[in-house]
């Protein structure tokens, strides 16, 4: 049987964050060819989709990378990096506007998604348009998929958070939408219900999604072997402020290299 495992960066900027996931998963999974692996790039901006699909980054984005990893994953082209075509042929681009993105294309792959990964996006929108985004993103995710977001960037009493269900970790506050089953369940006991007020749920995850077998990492990943990459704003018209790259990257990690995805 085909593994499979389909991720999506949101709000990508020029695309470290999703150039170090794929780096991250070519070091997690032995056999990744194997795999049906997709990682999608998805922001508003057709500019840094340009900049992204390039894959090109100058030293400063390196400063806080292991010297192995960039020697490993990039060559060097002049004064600048260049990602390495085995890490770019993983990943896909889309331009995307969260806000209004709500059918589902048939040209477009954010759809059946294992991981929404999302920081540093919400912290611009009202609590309003959060809610939509997160009815959206409920809506890409596959049964038993997960979202990954900014600790404080959701307040919890939005009600968009209503159909996920929350796991916390030792490190992370990790949204998941339920399965088929609870899915039905859960909007069967909303519609009979006067309020929008969560519903407490003790749920047995029995079902496993193609998260669930990834294999252990062979060695040891250490926080200093896997950094993300950080692009130098030049241009406030194409430049995302700076993301926390090095908690998000851990993050991510904990969930793979513990089986709990």
């Known amino acids: 049987m085909t593994k499979s495992l389909r991720i999506c960066s949101a709000g990508y900027s020029t695309g470290p964050e999703p150039y170090s996931l ?28 340009e900049v992204a699909r390039k894959g090109v980054y100058s030293p400063w984005s390196f400063r806080r990378v292991a010297p192995e990893i960039k020697e ?7 004064e600048q990096y260049q990602i390495n075509n085995d890490i770019k042929k993983l990943l896909k681009f889309e331009v995307c506007n969260l806000v209004e993105n709500e059918q589902n294309s048939k040209k477009s792959d954010f759809l059946d998604i294992d991981l929404i990964v999302c920081r540093n996006v919400f912290i611009y929108f009202s609590q309003k ?7 959206i993103f409920y809506n890409k995710l ?44 859960t909007t069967t006991l909303l519609a009979n219900q006067k309020s929008l007020y969560p519903v407490n749920q003790v749920v047995k995850n029995t079902k496993k999604s193609g998260l669930d077998v990834i294999p252990k990492p062979s060695k040891n990943i250490s926080k200093r072997n896997i950094n993300l990459l950080e692009v130098k704003p030049k241009n406030k018209e194409i430049s995302s402020p700076e993301i926390d790259h090095l908690k998000e990257i851990e993050d991510i990690k904990m969930l793979l290299q513990k089986k709990v995805l």
């Open 22 to 49: 794929a780096i991250l998963l070519k070091e997690l999974i032995p056999d990744i060819q194997t795999w049906n692996l997709l990682i999608l790039g998805v922001d508003i901006n057709h500019e840094v989709l």
């Open 72 to 78: 490993k994953y990039f060559t060097k082209k002049g």
């Open 129 to 135: 348009t959060i809610k939509k985004i997160l009815n």
């Open 142 to 185: 596959q049964p038993s998929g997960y979202l990954l977001t900014g600790h404080a960037e959701i307040i919890s009493q939005n009600s968009g958070l209503i159909k996920f269900k929350k796991k916390l970790f030792a490190q992370s506050l990790i949204y998941q939408k339920p399965k088929l089953d609870e899915v039905i369940k």
